[in-house]
T-cell receptor, first 112, second 110 residues
Framework: SQTIHQWPATLVQPVGSPLSLECTVE??????LYWYRQAAGRGLQLLFY??????ISSEVPQNLSASRPQDRQFILSSKKLLLSDSGFYLC???????????FGEGSRLTVL | GQSLEQPSEVTAVEGAIVQINCTYQ??????LSWYQQHDGGAPTFLSY????GLEETGRFSSFLSRSDSYGYLLLQELQMKDSASYFC???????????FGSGTRLLVRP
């Protein structure tokens, strides 16, 4: 079965600082990968998805970007964080046959 | 735009049955999924419906009516550990985009 590793698990960053969240997937090859963000007590907002190396689709225009340098690696970045970037960031990989998403344990970001 | 509507909160008694509804309006539709999320944790997959009808998996069942743009999750024999948030999600097309509702917080009381 798939395993998704995300790091860091928790981080506190000042406004205007850069961000890098990493996600790696084990137990599958050529997965579709996703970044979601969840505000406190809210639903999941799709930020980016990728169907292959170097292929990124953006769902929400903002100061975040994503990259996929390797088949099972997905990175979320920002050059300058905003207060509104605070939230719970979840990386996910899918299992197409069952249309099932596997989620990592998440990265909780607080921007001060 | 895309919209998925679910009740924000539901309370039920241990051992009872509860139904969580989801209505959707999306520009594309391929199927409806349900996910469970405990506080502080990651969502976990419960079910997926692509065709009309009821799918049963143990104590949980999920229903879809494509003509009504409506689905529900049915939880039977509720247990305390079922207290969590439940999200419906629409798979937008045959590829990859999964759009989530805002979630329903279920509280199971003794």
């Amino acid at each position: 079965s798939q395993t998704i590793h995300q790091w860091p698990a928790t981080l506190v960053q000042p406004v205007g600082s850069p961000l890098s969240l990493e996600c790696t997937v084990e137990g599958t090859s050529n997965p579709n990968l996703y970044w979601y963000r969840q505000a406190a007590g809210r639903g999941l907002q799709l930020l980016f998805y990728s169907v292959g190396i170097g292929q990124i689709s953006s769902e929400v225009p903002q100061n975040l970007s994503a990259s996929r340098p390797q088949d099972r690696q997905f990175i979320l970045s920002s050059k300058k964080l905003l207060l509104s970037d605070s939230g719970f960031y979840l990386c996910a990989s899918d299992r197409p046959v069952r249309r099932e998403l596997f989620f990592g344990e998440g990265s909780r970001l607080t921007v001060l | 735009g895309q919209s998925l509507e679910q009740p924000s909160e539901v309370t039920a008694v241990e051992g009872a049955i509860v139904q969580i509804n989801c209505t959707y309006q999306t520009s594309g539709f391929y199927g409806l999924s349900w996910y469970q999320q405990h506080d502080g944790g990651a969502p976990t997959f419960l079910s997926y419906n692509a065709l009309d009808g009821l799918e049963e998996t143990g104590r949980f069942s999920s229903f879809l009516s494509r003509s009504d743009s409506y689905g529900y999750l049915l939880l039977q024999e509720l247990q305390m550990k079922d207290s969590a948030s439940y999200f419906c999600a629409v798979l937008m097309d045959s590829s990859y985009k999964l759009i989530f509702g805002s979630g329903t917080r279920l509280l199971v009381r003794p």
